[in-house]
């Protein structure tokens, strides 16, 4: 595992590999997760958020080795970690707000303040009426915690329509295992703000950005 950087924050991504490559590209790593459209994601690369998470990534991606291992494909998950630099990073310890995210480029779905939330939930549920046929009455009064879990493309339209931000950390249930729930960062792929990749238990291996 990688040590934490200042300025910066600890992220986590799954390799879906065929046994023990020499190098693996760090696109290729991004976090699956229910309900979500790849073709809205171009540009963006989702890796897993936290101590607590991470672990539960580890041990998903352990089993899913055990029950693939005799597999004629892919049968291995590898954890990828790295250091993802945040411009004005002591700004992402207090409630995300519009001045901050101007400033960081972050937003945290459990660590933003009312004002943003409430902006970014009504956003969320126009895109989900008008996209998805939902009567606007079934999730008017859904968190925007649970919209992210329920709606995750929205997380990748909020990209397109805000172009200051530049990561959210939000909710998933990941393909890897869908009957959990994860928090994520999803970010603008940027290889500048990448810093110290490897894979966890197997340094050896080449990390391509």
């Given at each position: 595992?990688?040590?934490?950087?200042?300025?910066?924050?600890?992220?986590?991504?799954?390799?879906?590999?065929?046994?023990?490559?020499?190098?693996?590209?760090?696109?290729?790593?991004?976090?699956?997760?229910?309900?979500?459209?790849?073709?809205?994601?171009?540009?963006?690369?989702?890796?897993?958020?936290?101590?607590?998470?991470?672990?539960?990534?580890?041990?998903?991606?352990?089993?899913?080795?055990?029950e693939?291992?005799?597999?004629?494909?892919?049968?291995?998950?590898?954890?990828?970690?790295?250091?993802?630099?945040?411009?004005?990073?002591?700004?992402?310890?207090e409630?995300?707000r519009?001045?901050?995210?101007?400033?960081?480029g972050?937003?945290?779905?459990?660590?933003?303040?009312?004002?943003?939330?409430?902006?970014?939930?009504?956003?969320?549920?126009?895109?989900?009426?008008?996209?998805?046929?939902?009567?606007?009455?079934?999730v008017?009064?859904?968190?925007?915690?649970?919209?992210?879990?329920?709606?995750?493309?929205?997380?990748?339209?909020?990209?397109?329509?805000?172009?200051?931000?530049?990561?959210?950390?939000?909710?998933?249930?990941?393909?890897?295992?869908?009957?959990?729930?994860?928090?994520?960062?999803?970010?603008?792929?940027?290889?500048?703000?990448?810093?110290?990749?490897s894979?966890?238990?197997l340094?050896?291996?080449?990390?391509?950005?």
């Amino acid at each position: 595992m990688v040590a934490k950087q200042r300025d910066m924050i600890q992220l986590s991504f799954l390799a879906h590999t065929r046994d023990v490559p020499e190098r693996i590209r760090l696109r290729d790593c991004s976090l699956g997760f229910a309900g979500h459209n790849a073709e809205l994601s171009t540009g963006l690369i989702t890796g897993v958020y936290g101590g607590s998470a991470k672990q539960a990534a580890l041990v998903a991606a352990s089993r899913w080795t055990q029950e693939h291992q005799r597999a004629a494909g892919l049968n291995r998950v590898l954890m990828v970690d790295l250091n993802y630099r945040v411009d004005n990073f002591h700004l992402t310890r207090e409630q995300a707000r519009r001045d901050t995210v101007a400033e960081t480029g972050w937003i945290h779905f459990d660590r933003i303040g009312a004002a943003l939330r409430d902006e970014l939930r009504d956003q969320w549920v126009e895109w989900i009426v008008r996209d998805t046929g939902t009567r606007r009455a079934s999730v008017a009064d859904e968190s925007l915690v649970n919209l992210a879990l329920k709606y995750p493309d929205c997380v990748a339209k909020t990209f397109q329509h805000e172009k200051a931000v530049r990561c959210i950390v939000h909710p998933v249930n990941p393909a890897i295992d869908p009957s959990i729930v994860l928090w994520a960062a999803t970010l603008r792929y940027d290889k500048t703000r990448f810093e110290d990749a490897s894979v966890r238990f197997l340094p050896h291996i080449q990390i391509q950005l």
